[in-house]
């Protein structure tokens, strides 16, 4: 047991420096995490053997601390009121720490690029997104055509997330309270348009 925590501890202290580095703006390669987290470059290898699996982790980690299901819970069952829920605390989340959530979204162009323009059996981006997005929309399934809430989904992705950051800070100028009313509002036109899409006459 005790070494599993050891394993544990040395996994979480390269993530944390790797993090770090991302901060600072200091390129990350697996050696300068070893660095920064000060332990052998060949123990850090042996856990991460090339950046993108770094950068792969970090992402997945970044969603960890988002418990959906308590999240939406709290809002009950209306799909406006769930999905606003998501992206207030998401848009918080990421302005909270813009330059690290820019430097992710750098590293999956990177990471889309080092694969020849993309692969299916190799995604760039995890699915923490989508599957807040999912479970927002949840108690519309079966209430609208299977067609619109696939439609509805993926158009909700496009509102928010560190895409969205980027596009209402340096395309629209907004600050980051302006640019998550916008997410929010987006959002809820879009519920809203599906909704209209699918009642019947």
Known sequence: MSRDNQKQRTRTALLDAAAGLIREGRPMTVANVAEAAMVSTATAYRYFPNPQSLWSELAERSAEGVH??????????????????????????QFGDEAYWRALVRANLDRWFEQ????????VRGESRIRMTRQALAPLEGKLPPEVHRRLTMALMLVYGAESLIVTRDACHLDPEEATEVMRWAAQALVKAAGAEGTPG
């Open 68 to 93: 959906i299901e308590e999240l939406v819970g709290r809002t009950g069952d209306d799909p406006a009121e769930r999905i606003d829920a998501v992206i207030r605390y998401v848009a918080d989340l």
């Open 116 to 123: 020849g323009g993309g692969s299916p059996e190799a995604p």
